[in-house]
Protein backbone atom coordinates (compact mmCIF):
# COMPACT_ATOMS: atom_id res chain seq x y z
CA UNK A 1 0.00 0.00 0.00
CA UNK A 2 2.68 2.30 0.35
CA UNK A 3 4.68 1.48 -1.90
CA UNK A 4 1.51 2.14 -4.30
CA UNK A 5 1.34 5.73 -2.73
CA UNK A 6 4.77 6.85 -3.40
CA UNK A 7 4.69 5.81 -7.21
CA UNK A 8 1.34 7.40 -7.59
CA UNK A 9 2.73 10.60 -5.97
CA UNK A 10 6.10 10.44 -8.16
CA UNK A 11 3.96 9.48 -11.25
CA UNK A 12 1.76 13.03 -9.88
CA UNK A 13 4.98 14.91 -9.94
CA UNK A 14 6.09 14.34 -13.20
CA UNK A 15 3.11 14.83 -15.15
CA UNK A 16 2.83 18.27 -12.97
CA UNK A 17 6.66 18.31 -14.60
CA UNK A 18 5.84 17.76 -17.71
CA UNK A 19 2.45 19.62 -18.02
CA UNK A 20 4.84 23.08 -16.49
CA UNK A 21 7.23 22.19 -19.55
CA UNK A 22 4.34 22.05 -21.78
CA UNK A 23 2.73 25.36 -21.02
CA UNK A 24 6.48 26.77 -20.77
CA UNK A 25 7.47 25.74 -24.36
CA UNK A 26 3.86 27.08 -25.53
CA UNK A 27 4.85 30.26 -23.90
CA UNK A 28 7.69 30.63 -25.57
CA UNK A 29 6.37 29.98 -28.66
CA UNK A 30 4.17 32.85 -28.24
CA UNK A 31 6.49 35.06 -26.84
CA UNK A 32 8.42 34.43 -30.19
CA UNK A 33 5.78 34.59 -32.70
CA UNK A 34 4.92 37.88 -31.08
CA UNK A 35 8.40 39.43 -31.33
CA UNK A 36 8.42 38.47 -34.91
CA UNK A 37 5.13 39.81 -35.58
CA UNK A 38 6.08 43.16 -33.48
CA UNK A 39 9.62 43.44 -35.40
CA UNK A 40 7.36 43.04 -39.09
CA UNK A 41 5.00 45.64 -37.77
CA UNK A 42 7.66 48.02 -36.82
CA UNK A 43 9.59 47.28 -40.12
CA UNK A 44 6.49 47.87 -42.21
CA UNK A 45 5.22 50.56 -40.30
CA UNK A 46 8.66 52.04 -40.86
CA UNK A 47 8.89 51.30 -44.61
CA UNK A 48 5.00 52.86 -45.19
CA UNK A 49 5.55 56.14 -42.74
CA UNK A 50 8.80 57.55 -44.71
CA UNK A 51 7.71 56.22 -47.91
CA UNK A 52 3.72 56.90 -48.56
CA UNK A 53 4.38 60.65 -49.35
CA UNK A 54 6.41 59.53 -52.30
CA UNK A 55 3.24 59.26 -54.51
CA UNK A 56 2.74 62.70 -54.12
CA UNK A 57 4.79 65.31 -55.80
CA UNK A 58 4.21 69.48 -55.00
CA UNK A 59 3.87 71.61 -58.34
CA UNK A 60 3.95 75.08 -58.73
CA UNK A 61 1.78 77.28 -61.23
CA UNK A 62 3.79 79.59 -62.87
CA UNK A 63 2.25 81.80 -66.16
CA UNK A 64 4.92 81.52 -68.35
CA UNK A 65 4.71 84.00 -71.42
CA UNK A 66 7.12 82.25 -74.24
CA UNK A 67 8.47 85.06 -75.16
CA UNK A 68 10.78 84.38 -78.26
CA UNK A 69 13.37 86.88 -77.23
CA UNK A 70 13.78 85.43 -74.14
CA UNK A 71 13.95 81.85 -75.84
CA UNK A 72 16.71 83.53 -78.27
CA UNK A 73 14.88 82.25 -80.96
CA UNK A 74 14.74 85.35 -83.17
CA UNK A 75 13.41 84.40 -86.65
CA UNK A 76 14.30 81.14 -86.50
CA UNK A 77 11.57 78.47 -85.68
CA UNK A 78 12.55 75.42 -86.97
CA UNK A 79 13.55 72.32 -84.97
CA UNK A 80 16.58 72.12 -83.45
CA UNK A 81 16.23 75.86 -82.90
CA UNK A 82 13.65 75.11 -80.43
CA UNK A 83 14.99 72.10 -79.22
CA UNK A 84 18.11 74.56 -78.14
CA UNK A 85 16.04 77.43 -76.99
CA UNK A 86 17.03 78.86 -73.35
CA UNK A 87 13.95 77.54 -71.58
CA UNK A 88 16.33 77.90 -68.62
CA UNK A 89 16.07 81.59 -69.10
CA UNK A 90 12.42 81.75 -69.69
CA UNK A 91 12.09 80.26 -66.01
CA UNK A 92 14.38 82.98 -64.49
CA UNK A 93 12.22 85.35 -66.16
CA UNK A 94 9.01 83.73 -65.19
CA UNK A 95 10.06 84.00 -61.36
CA UNK A 96 11.33 87.62 -61.33
CA UNK A 97 7.81 88.87 -62.92
CA UNK A 98 6.14 86.92 -60.30
CA UNK A 99 8.18 88.33 -57.94
CA UNK A 100 9.40 91.79 -58.60
CA UNK A 101 11.02 93.08 -55.54
CA UNK A 102 13.30 90.47 -55.28
CA UNK A 103 17.02 92.04 -56.18
CA UNK A 104 20.37 90.92 -56.05
CA UNK A 105 22.28 88.05 -57.05
CA UNK A 106 21.89 85.86 -53.84
CA UNK A 107 18.29 86.08 -53.60
CA UNK A 108 17.69 85.15 -57.21
CA UNK A 109 19.22 82.45 -56.92
CA UNK A 110 17.58 81.40 -54.16
CA UNK A 111 14.49 82.73 -55.92
CA UNK A 112 14.75 80.38 -59.18
CA UNK A 113 15.79 77.27 -56.43
CA UNK A 114 12.46 77.10 -55.51
CA UNK A 115 11.26 75.30 -58.64
CA UNK A 116 12.96 72.23 -60.25
CA UNK A 117 15.74 72.29 -62.26
CA UNK A 118 12.97 69.77 -64.47
CA UNK A 119 11.09 72.88 -65.18
CA UNK A 120 13.05 73.93 -68.37
CA UNK A 121 12.21 70.47 -70.10
CA UNK A 122 8.42 70.72 -69.26
CA UNK A 123 8.42 74.08 -70.83
CA UNK A 124 10.65 72.43 -73.83
CA UNK A 125 8.61 69.53 -74.24
CA UNK A 126 5.68 71.75 -74.99
CA UNK A 127 7.10 73.97 -77.36
CA UNK A 128 8.23 71.09 -79.43
CA UNK A 129 5.02 69.75 -79.12
CA UNK A 130 3.38 73.08 -80.29
CA UNK A 131 5.40 75.74 -81.43
CA UNK A 132 2.55 77.92 -82.08
CA UNK A 133 2.40 78.56 -78.47
CA UNK A 134 5.90 80.86 -78.68
CA UNK A 135 4.69 84.33 -78.13
CA UNK A 136 1.30 83.64 -75.66
CA UNK A 137 1.17 83.32 -72.31
CA UNK A 138 0.06 80.08 -70.50
CA UNK A 139 -0.53 79.04 -67.34
CA UNK A 140 1.79 75.68 -66.74
CA UNK A 141 2.40 73.59 -63.26
CA UNK A 142 5.93 72.26 -62.58
CA UNK A 143 7.70 70.42 -60.06
CA UNK A 144 8.86 72.23 -57.03
CA UNK A 145 12.24 71.21 -55.84
CA UNK A 146 13.30 68.64 -53.41
CA UNK A 147 13.22 70.74 -50.39
CA UNK A 148 10.55 73.14 -51.29
CA UNK A 149 8.54 69.49 -51.59
CA UNK A 150 10.04 68.22 -48.01
CA UNK A 151 8.63 71.77 -46.47
CA UNK A 152 5.04 71.62 -48.00
CA UNK A 153 5.36 67.82 -47.09
CA UNK A 154 6.02 68.60 -42.97
CA UNK A 155 9.38 66.87 -43.27
CA UNK A 156 11.35 70.39 -42.64
CA UNK A 157 9.51 72.35 -39.65
CA UNK A 158 9.25 75.41 -41.06
CA UNK A 159 9.39 76.91 -37.19
CA UNK A 160 12.95 75.38 -36.69
CA UNK A 161 15.80 77.78 -36.40
CA UNK A 162 17.03 79.24 -40.30
CA UNK A 163 20.12 77.58 -39.38
CA UNK A 164 18.85 73.94 -38.78
CA UNK A 165 17.12 73.38 -42.12
CA UNK A 166 18.10 73.51 -45.93
CA UNK A 167 14.77 76.22 -46.82
CA UNK A 168 16.00 79.83 -46.06
CA UNK A 169 13.30 82.36 -44.22
CA UNK A 170 12.65 84.09 -47.94
CA UNK A 171 11.86 81.35 -49.43
CA UNK A 172 9.69 79.83 -46.92
CA UNK A 173 8.12 83.43 -47.06
CA UNK A 174 7.78 83.35 -50.65
CA UNK A 175 6.22 79.80 -50.29
CA UNK A 176 3.55 81.10 -48.50
CA UNK A 177 3.09 83.82 -50.28
CA UNK A 178 2.45 80.94 -53.21
CA UNK A 179 0.30 78.68 -51.07
CA UNK A 180 -2.08 82.18 -50.56
CA UNK A 181 -2.60 82.73 -53.93
CA UNK A 182 -3.53 79.12 -54.92
CA UNK A 183 -0.26 78.48 -56.83
CA UNK A 184 0.55 75.53 -55.00
CA UNK A 185 -0.96 71.76 -55.30
CA UNK A 186 0.29 68.45 -54.52
CA UNK A 187 -0.80 66.17 -57.08
CA UNK A 188 0.25 61.85 -57.84
CA UNK A 189 3.68 61.74 -58.57
CA UNK A 190 3.13 60.04 -62.38
CA UNK A 191 6.89 60.68 -62.44
CA UNK A 192 8.22 58.17 -59.85
CA UNK A 193 6.53 55.44 -62.24
CA UNK A 194 7.14 57.07 -65.50
CA UNK A 195 11.16 58.41 -65.62
CA UNK A 196 14.24 56.55 -65.12
CA UNK A 197 16.84 57.48 -62.16
CA UNK A 198 17.92 61.14 -61.66
CA UNK A 199 20.17 63.33 -59.72
CA UNK A 200 16.99 65.58 -58.75
CA UNK A 201 15.14 63.33 -56.33
CA UNK A 202 12.12 65.00 -57.66
CA UNK A 203 12.52 63.99 -61.09
CA UNK A 204 13.67 60.48 -59.92
CA UNK A 205 11.83 57.37 -61.02
CA UNK A 206 11.97 53.58 -60.91
CA UNK A 207 10.54 52.78 -64.66
CA UNK A 208 14.13 52.20 -65.82
CA UNK A 209 14.69 49.65 -62.85
CA UNK A 210 11.36 48.16 -63.19
CA UNK A 211 12.02 47.25 -67.01
CA UNK A 212 15.70 46.54 -66.09
CA UNK A 213 14.19 43.69 -63.56
CA UNK A 214 11.49 42.89 -66.14
CA UNK A 215 14.23 41.90 -68.55
CA UNK A 216 16.83 40.49 -65.91
CA UNK A 217 13.80 38.13 -64.93
CA UNK A 218 12.57 37.56 -68.30
CA UNK A 219 16.23 35.89 -69.32
CA UNK A 220 16.55 34.35 -65.79
CA UNK A 221 13.31 32.45 -66.39
CA UNK A 222 13.70 31.21 -70.19
CA UNK A 223 17.16 29.96 -69.06
CA UNK A 224 16.81 28.14 -65.49
CA UNK A 225 13.17 26.51 -65.91
CA UNK A 226 14.17 24.47 -69.18
CA UNK A 227 17.73 23.35 -67.88
CA UNK A 228 16.11 23.02 -64.12
CA UNK A 229 13.00 20.80 -65.41
CA UNK A 230 15.79 19.02 -67.43
CA UNK A 231 18.35 18.38 -65.00
CA UNK A 232 15.59 17.05 -62.24
CA UNK A 233 14.10 14.96 -64.86
CA UNK A 234 17.23 13.07 -65.76
CA UNK A 235 18.48 13.34 -61.95
CA UNK A 236 15.06 11.34 -60.70
CA UNK A 237 13.88 9.30 -63.56
CA UNK A 238 16.65 8.39 -66.28
CA UNK A 239 20.04 8.66 -64.21
CA UNK A 240 21.67 4.71 -62.38
CA UNK A 241 22.43 5.18 -58.90
CA UNK A 242 26.62 5.81 -58.81
CA UNK A 243 29.16 7.72 -57.04
CA UNK A 244 28.95 10.59 -60.34
CA UNK A 245 25.20 10.98 -59.65
CA UNK A 246 25.54 10.90 -55.91
CA UNK A 247 28.41 13.66 -56.74
CA UNK A 248 25.73 15.75 -58.79
CA UNK A 249 23.34 16.15 -56.02
CA UNK A 250 25.34 16.87 -52.82
CA UNK A 251 27.15 19.67 -55.05
CA UNK A 252 23.23 21.27 -56.40
CA UNK A 253 22.01 20.68 -52.87
CA UNK A 254 25.66 23.00 -51.51
CA UNK A 255 24.85 25.38 -54.55
CA UNK A 256 21.67 26.33 -52.60
CA UNK A 257 23.58 27.24 -50.16
CA UNK A 258 26.35 29.36 -51.22
CA UNK A 259 26.33 33.06 -51.06
CA UNK A 260 24.83 35.09 -53.74
CA UNK A 261 27.95 37.32 -54.30
CA UNK A 262 29.64 34.32 -55.22
CA UNK A 263 27.62 33.84 -58.38
CA UNK A 264 28.37 37.52 -58.93
CA UNK A 265 31.53 37.10 -59.00
CA UNK A 266 31.79 34.23 -61.25
CA UNK A 267 29.48 36.22 -63.26
CA UNK A 268 32.08 38.70 -63.74
CA UNK A 269 35.21 36.44 -64.33
CA UNK A 270 33.30 34.12 -67.02
CA UNK A 271 30.55 35.89 -69.20
CA UNK A 272 32.21 39.46 -69.03
CA UNK A 273 36.12 39.50 -69.04
CA UNK A 274 35.93 35.80 -70.65
CA UNK A 275 32.70 36.25 -73.22
CA UNK A 276 33.19 39.74 -73.48
CA UNK A 277 29.65 40.17 -73.03
CA UNK A 278 28.58 43.93 -72.04
CA UNK A 279 28.69 45.36 -68.23
CA UNK A 280 25.44 46.47 -66.59
CA UNK A 281 23.50 44.50 -69.16
CA UNK A 282 20.40 42.59 -68.39
CA UNK A 283 21.52 39.50 -70.10
CA UNK A 284 24.32 38.73 -67.69
CA UNK A 285 22.12 39.88 -65.09
CA UNK A 286 19.78 37.14 -66.34
CA UNK A 287 22.52 34.60 -67.12
CA UNK A 288 24.23 35.32 -63.27
CA UNK A 289 20.80 34.78 -61.84
CA UNK A 290 20.04 31.43 -63.35
CA UNK A 291 23.24 29.92 -62.16
CA UNK A 292 22.04 31.33 -58.55
CA UNK A 293 18.39 29.80 -58.78
CA UNK A 294 19.03 26.49 -60.95
CA UNK A 295 19.46 25.08 -57.37
CA UNK A 296 16.23 26.07 -56.35
CA UNK A 297 14.14 24.98 -58.99
CA UNK A 298 16.06 21.24 -59.53
CA UNK A 299 15.18 20.46 -55.54
CA UNK A 300 11.89 21.78 -55.94
CA UNK A 301 11.21 19.72 -59.36
CA UNK A 302 13.21 16.61 -58.32
CA UNK A 303 10.37 16.96 -55.00
CA UNK A 304 7.66 17.86 -57.83
CA UNK A 305 8.86 14.61 -59.56
CA UNK A 306 8.75 12.29 -56.25
CA UNK A 307 5.59 13.37 -55.51
CA UNK A 308 3.85 11.46 -58.32
CA UNK A 309 3.15 7.70 -57.07
CA UNK A 310 5.06 4.75 -58.53
CA UNK A 311 1.64 3.09 -59.42
CA UNK A 312 1.36 6.08 -62.23
CA UNK A 313 4.49 4.74 -64.09
CA UNK A 314 3.62 1.63 -63.54
CA UNK A 315 0.10 1.57 -65.29
CA UNK A 316 1.81 3.77 -67.82
CA UNK A 317 4.55 1.21 -69.03
CA UNK A 318 1.86 -1.56 -68.90
CA UNK A 319 -0.09 0.08 -71.49
CA UNK A 320 2.81 0.22 -74.00
CA UNK A 321 3.97 3.32 -73.07
CA UNK A 322 7.99 4.34 -73.29
CA UNK A 323 9.54 5.29 -70.50
CA UNK A 324 9.63 8.81 -72.46
CA UNK A 325 6.25 8.96 -73.02
CA UNK A 326 5.28 8.06 -69.78
CA UNK A 327 7.50 10.88 -68.53
CA UNK A 328 6.38 13.53 -70.88
CA UNK A 329 2.26 12.37 -71.35
CA UNK A 330 1.70 11.54 -67.17
CA UNK A 331 4.30 12.15 -64.69
CA UNK A 332 5.51 15.81 -65.88
CA UNK A 333 1.86 17.49 -65.98
CA UNK A 334 0.98 15.82 -62.34
CA UNK A 335 4.58 17.38 -61.34
CA UNK A 336 4.26 20.86 -63.20
CA UNK A 337 2.39 22.50 -60.38
CA UNK A 338 4.89 21.49 -57.80
CA UNK A 339 7.61 22.72 -60.67
CA UNK A 340 5.96 25.74 -61.32
CA UNK A 341 6.12 26.97 -57.34
CA UNK A 342 9.39 26.34 -57.66
CA UNK A 343 10.39 28.31 -60.13
CA UNK A 344 8.09 31.31 -59.06
CA UNK A 345 10.34 31.39 -55.48
CA UNK A 346 13.37 30.81 -57.21
CA UNK A 347 11.96 34.01 -59.49
CA UNK A 348 11.12 35.82 -56.83
CA UNK A 349 14.40 35.31 -55.02
CA UNK A 350 16.04 36.73 -58.07
CA UNK A 351 13.87 39.87 -58.02
CA UNK A 352 15.26 40.58 -54.66
CA UNK A 353 18.64 40.06 -55.05
CA UNK A 354 21.50 42.71 -55.42
CA UNK A 355 24.86 41.70 -54.66
CA UNK A 356 25.65 38.97 -57.70
CA UNK A 357 24.16 42.18 -59.41
CA UNK A 358 26.24 44.81 -58.10
CA UNK A 359 29.47 42.66 -58.94
CA UNK A 360 28.98 43.08 -63.10
CA UNK A 361 28.25 46.40 -63.16
CA UNK A 362 24.28 47.37 -62.33
CA UNK A 363 25.29 49.22 -59.69
CA UNK A 364 25.89 52.18 -62.94
CA UNK A 365 24.02 55.96 -63.00
CA UNK A 366 21.49 54.67 -65.52
CA UNK A 367 19.23 57.34 -66.95
CA UNK A 368 17.85 55.88 -69.87
CA UNK A 369 15.36 53.33 -70.18
CA UNK A 370 16.77 49.94 -71.09
CA UNK A 371 14.90 48.71 -74.67
CA UNK A 372 16.09 45.67 -74.60
CA UNK A 373 18.41 42.69 -72.83
CA UNK A 374 21.32 44.20 -74.10
CA UNK A 375 21.23 47.88 -73.18
CA UNK A 376 22.68 49.39 -69.85
CA UNK A 377 20.66 48.98 -67.10
CA UNK A 378 20.29 48.37 -63.40
CA UNK A 379 17.29 46.94 -61.31
CA UNK A 380 15.18 47.36 -58.61
CA UNK A 381 17.36 46.30 -55.49
CA UNK A 382 20.28 47.84 -56.51
CA UNK A 383 18.23 51.24 -57.41
CA UNK A 384 17.26 51.39 -54.10
CA UNK A 385 20.60 50.38 -52.67
CA UNK A 386 21.68 54.00 -54.80
CA UNK A 387 19.32 56.15 -53.22
CA UNK A 388 19.66 54.83 -50.32
CA UNK A 389 23.24 56.30 -50.37
CA UNK A 390 22.30 59.45 -51.10
CA UNK A 391 22.07 62.23 -49.24
CA UNK A 392 18.80 64.32 -49.91
CA UNK A 393 15.92 63.98 -47.70
CA UNK A 394 13.61 63.07 -50.19
CA UNK A 395 15.40 60.41 -51.71
CA UNK A 396 14.95 58.43 -48.15
CA UNK A 397 10.68 58.72 -49.34
CA UNK A 398 11.91 57.47 -52.51
CA UNK A 399 13.74 54.92 -51.09
CA UNK A 400 11.43 53.59 -49.00
CA UNK A 401 8.52 53.79 -51.84
CA UNK A 402 10.90 52.00 -54.07
CA UNK A 403 10.84 48.72 -51.37
CA UNK A 404 7.00 49.30 -51.66
CA UNK A 405 7.23 48.67 -55.04
CA UNK A 406 9.52 45.80 -54.14
CA UNK A 407 7.75 44.03 -51.83
CA UNK A 408 4.49 44.49 -53.78
CA UNK A 409 6.24 42.39 -56.17
CA UNK A 410 7.55 39.85 -54.48
CA UNK A 411 4.42 39.15 -51.97
CA UNK A 412 2.30 38.91 -55.50
CA UNK A 413 4.72 36.48 -56.51
CA UNK A 414 4.84 34.26 -53.63
CA UNK A 415 1.00 34.37 -53.15
CA UNK A 416 0.63 33.23 -56.76
CA UNK A 417 2.69 30.66 -56.32
CA UNK A 418 0.85 29.73 -52.66
CA UNK A 419 -2.53 29.78 -55.49
CA UNK A 420 -1.13 27.37 -58.26
CA UNK A 421 -0.27 25.16 -55.32
CA UNK A 422 -3.36 25.26 -53.81
CA UNK A 423 -5.12 25.01 -57.35
CA UNK A 424 -3.51 22.39 -58.87
CA UNK A 425 -1.93 20.20 -56.45
CA UNK A 426 -2.96 16.63 -56.12
CA UNK A 427 -3.35 14.66 -52.62
CA UNK A 428 -2.39 11.11 -53.61
Known sequence: ?????????????????????????????????????????????????????????????????????????????????????????????????????VKGRKARRALYGIVSSGASFMLRERVIADPGIIGRTQRVWVPADDDIDMLIKGHIDRNAPETERRVKDHQIAWITSLEEAGRIEKRFNTTFFTAGDSREPELAGIRGAAVGSFYTLLVTLALSFPIGVAAAVYLEEFAPTNRLTDLIEVNINNLAAVPSIIFGLLGLAVFINFFGLPRSAPLVGGLVLTLMTLPTIIIASRAALKSVPPSIREAALGMGASKMQTITHHVLPLALPGMLTGTIIGMAQALGESAPLLMIGMVAFIVDIPGGPLDPSTVLPVQIFLWADSPERAFVERTSAAIMVLLAFLITMNALAVILRRRFERRW
Do not use: C, W
Open 1 to 101: MSTSVHTTEAMARRLRKRRAAEHRFRAYGIVAITLAVAALATLFTSIVGNGYTAFQQTFIELEVTYDPEVLGLGEARDAAAVSAANYSGLVKKTMRDMFPD
